[in-house]
């Protein structure tokens, strides 16, 4: 009877189960006393809130990527509580995502960027969103509605990936604005988390990481380095 035919052409993409993003209602979002971050978290606060509220404006902000760089401990998912408690007062849809199952548990409603977003497993330059083809799907809808996107741990993902969402944001908009002209808020660390590339090189993970991405370039780097888990350890 003999082995089977290898299939012809390229395979189609593996995607983990979609499903649709959770919008943080408002009720539900921790409330962040501004007045409580240190200088490092108010001054990034005071960066990104003045884009949000560009957007609540209906105005295009001039930056609207961002990109929270700290170690552990170092108040980034504070920043991140700071900023969704102020959405929250003004009213503007967010939704949040992180690279891991782990890292989503950080914040309210989080899920995975491959569920939420729904990218393939696996990636290529040609590989795209479950949802490019289908906007009239109820995640791609939320997407559509939502005007902030927070992505932790984002230093774990695929320049594929960032390109990935920007040209679904893109198409999902209408535009040609970096990831739709949404105000997106990414952190996490170089230092300590980089994507996972099954036998690569050292030189090789380096190459497949967001800051090798075009769309690098838009983004605006917030820096915190005081250890704030320290400074509150007795």
Not at 128 to 149: E, H
Request: with cysteine; aromatic share 6%; charged share 20%.
């Amino acid at each position: 009877c003999g082995l089977p035919m290898p299939l012809q052409g390229t395979p189609e993409p593996v995607y983990d189960q979609p499903s649709q993003p959770q919008q943080q209602p408002a009720q539900q979002v921790q409330r962040v006393d501004v007045t409580q971050l240190n200088p490092q978290q108010k001054a990034g606060y005071d960066v990104i809130i003045d884009a949000i509220k560009a957007l609540v404006n209906r105005q295009q902000p001039e930056k609207t990527c961002f990109f929270v760089s700290g170690p552990g401990g170092s108040g980034k998912t504070t920043l991140y509580k700071a900023l969704l408690s102020s959405c929250a007062n003004m009213n503007m849809r967010t939704a949040c995502f992180a690279t891991t199952g782990i890292a989503s548990t950080l914040m309210e409603n989080a899920m995975t960027v491959h569920r939420g977003f729904g990218l393939p497993l696996k990636m290529s330059d040609k590989t795209k969103s479950f949802y490019f083809d289908k906007p009239g799907l109820p995640g791609a809808r939320v997407l559509y509605s939502t005007a902030v996107i927070f992505i932790d741990e984002v230093t774990m993902m695929q320049k594929q990936a960032l390109r990935m969402i920007n040209d679904l944001l893109q198409k999902l908009m209408n535009n040609d604005l970096p990831f739709g002209g949404k105000v997106i808020v990414v952190g996490g660390d170089f230092r300590q988390l980089l994507p996972v590339v099954p036998g690569a090189s050292r030189e090789n993970v380096v190459n497949e990481c967001i800051i090798r991405s075009p769309l690098w370039s838009n983004f605006t780097v917030i820096k915190l380095t005081k250890n704030m888990r320290a400074a509150l350890d007795p």
